[in-house]
């Protein structure tokens, strides 16, 4: 079975300030994805990145960098110099191809709030 | 631009009603999603369809049912609803694509439908 743990419930920062949101995964898997996903107080989740296992670059999107480390399970997602509107709650998801549907079913962790002030 | 839309908002019902949530995509997607998000838990799939006329039940499926007609459209059923099943509903979709390590589907969100049952 998978899991994926999002140990920070909330995060509180001022503007500014970098944030780290950290993701542990599980898989026994040896193919599977990795997501995020922002979710502002509209409602709607808005994808941020995907990544494969067998790709373990760094990447950096604007503001936005994601570490992924495959001997710890982590895929962890920092936005520098915060601002306003990344008040958000984040979700990390982990993504196992499903044969029959011919793509992937997503687990999600319980997700992050982030919560960034002026 | 991608484009799932969900049929209401915000829905209040009461016990032991019978409940549909729409949900439509305009991408021609064949894979279609249902998810229910609730605090701390993250979204845990209920059931998904990867054709017209085809589902699965995913992690939490008791208390629904789904219908797809028509490849555009998912619909969820609460056939008696409980006060338990308070909860946003998220609806997502996503392309059905060959298997293979390359292959990767990104799913896409409706605004989501925050369901109250009295």
């Known amino acids: 079975a998978q899991k994926v743990t999002q140990a920070q419930t909330e995060i509180s920062v001022v503007e500014k300030e970098d944030v780290t949101l950290d993701c542990v995964y599980e898989?026994?898997?040896?193919?599977?994805?990795l997501f995020w996903y922002k979710q502002p107080p509209s409602g709607e989740l808005v994808f941020l990145i995907r990544?494969?296992?067998?790709?373990?670059q760094n990447e950096i999107s604007g503001r936005y960098s994601w570490n992924f480390q495959k001997s710890t399970s982590s895929f962890n997602f920092t936005i520098t110099a915060s601002q306003v509107v990344d008040s958000a709650v984040y979700f990390c998801?982990?993504?196992?191809?499903?044969?029959?549907?011919?793509?992937?079913?997503?687990?999600f962790g319980g997700g992050t709030r982030v919560l960034v002030k002026p | 631009d991608v484009k799932v839309t969900q049929s209401s908002r915000y829905l209040v019902k009461r016990t032991g009603e019978k409940v549909f949530l729409e949900c439509v995509q305009d991408?021609?997607?064949?894979?279609m999603f249902w998810y229910r998000q609730d605090p701390g838990l993250g979204l845990r799939l209920i059931y998904f369809?990867?054709?017209?006329?085809?589902?699965e039940k995913g992690d939490i499926p008791e208390g629904y049912s789904v219908s797809r007609e028509k490849k555009e459209r998912f619909s969820l059923i609460l056939e008696s609803a409980s006060t338990n099943q308070t909860s946003m509903y998220l609806c997502?979709?996503?392309?059905?694509?060959?298997?293979?390590?390359?292959?990767?589907?990104?799913?896409?969100f409706g605004p989501g439908t925050r369901l109250t049952v009295l």
């Open positions: 990544r494969n296992s067998f790709d373990e």
């Open positions: 369809s990867y054709d017209v006329k085809m589902k």
């Open positions: 898989t026994r898997d040896t193919t599977y994805y």
């Open positions: 997502a979709s996503s392309f059905r694509l060959a298997l293979g390590i390359a292959a990767t589907d990104t799913q896409y």
């Open positions: 991408m021609d997607h064949e894979n």
């Open positions: 998801a982990l993504s196992i191809p499903m044969i029959k549907a011919a793509g992937n079913k997503l687990t």
